[in-house]
């Protein structure tokens, strides 16, 4: 069965600096990627996804991820956070199963920006 | 246009009780999913319905969950005889049909506390 991992918990970074939240997945066939925000008291909002094509993908709100296929890694980063980035974030694999998405979803990162 | 929407935000019950919760998902998304996101965990796959296709019912943790959906708008999914665990948050995604970009956009969850 899949899974995904996301190595931190937590994260603590100062604003208006890198940030960089880890994911790893486990999957022997292709897979899509996700990673998804959920601000405070709100539902989840998709930041970027991978599907096929360029490795690094571009997201919503300055956000960037690579997918490393040998590492089977989805690692998200920003270069310069702000205050308003504080929110869980959430790294999701897919893989078609029966012609549709199943997503399978990490723990969550509470990323905590501080001024 | 309108996202999904769910309700009740709030639901507070007695243990014992049943309890109904609402999607509404976004018009055109033949495919709605519920899942279940426990305090300080992940999101955990409850059910999908595509069109219609007889659901996948793979996620349900017990005989009394339940889910319907009419035709390809309103689900409910319901919780019998409700136990302390159910508490969580019920969260609920739409999303076009297979062959479509995959996204799947998702209301602001149900919060279920059992006492």
């Known amino acids: 069965a899949q899974s995904v991992t996301q190595l931190d918990s937590q994260v603590p970074v100062f604003e208006e600096a890198p940030v960089e939240l880890r994911c790893n997945y486990s999957?022997?066939?292709?897979?899509?990627l996700f990673w998804y925000v959920q601000y405070p008291n709100q539902g989840l909002q998709l930041l970027l996804k991978?599907?096929?094509?360029?490795?690094l993908v571009k997201g919503i709100n300055g956000f960037e991820a690579e997918f490393n296929k040998s590492q089977t890694s989805f690692h998200l980063r920003k270069p310069s956070v702000h205050i308003s980035d504080t929110a869980e974030y959430f790294c999701?694999?897919?893989?078609?199963?029966?012609?549709?998405?199943?997503?399978?979803f990490g723990a969550g990162t509470r990323l905590a920006v501080h001024p | 246009g309108a996202g999904v929407s769910q309700s009740p935000s709030n639901k507070v019950t007695e243990k014992g009780k049943d309890v109904e919760l609402r999607c509404d998902p976004i018009?055109?998304?033949?495919?709605l999913y519920w899942y279940r996101q426990r305090l300080g965990q992940g999101l955990e796959f409850l059910i999908y319905?595509?069109?219609?296709?007889?659901?996948?019912k793979s996620g349900l943790p017990s005989d009394r969950f339940s889910a319907e959906r009419t035709g390809e708008s309103v689900s409910t999914l319901t919780i019998q005889r409700t136990q302390q665990e159910d508490s969580a948050v019920y969260l609920c995604?739409?999303?076009?049909?297979?062959?479509?970009?995959?996204?799947?956009?998702f209301g602001p969850g149900t919060r279920l506390t059992v006492t």
């Open positions: 319905f595509q069109g219609n296709s007889a659901p996948d």
């Open positions: 018009s055109g998304h033949t495919a």
């Open positions: 991978y599907l096929s094509g360029s490795t």
């Open positions: 999701a694999v897919s893989e078609l199963s029966g012609g549709y998405n199943k997503l399978i």
């Open positions: 999957s022997s066939v292709s897979v899509y």
């Open positions: 995604a739409s999303s076009l049909p297979r062959g479509g970009s995959y996204e799947q956009y």
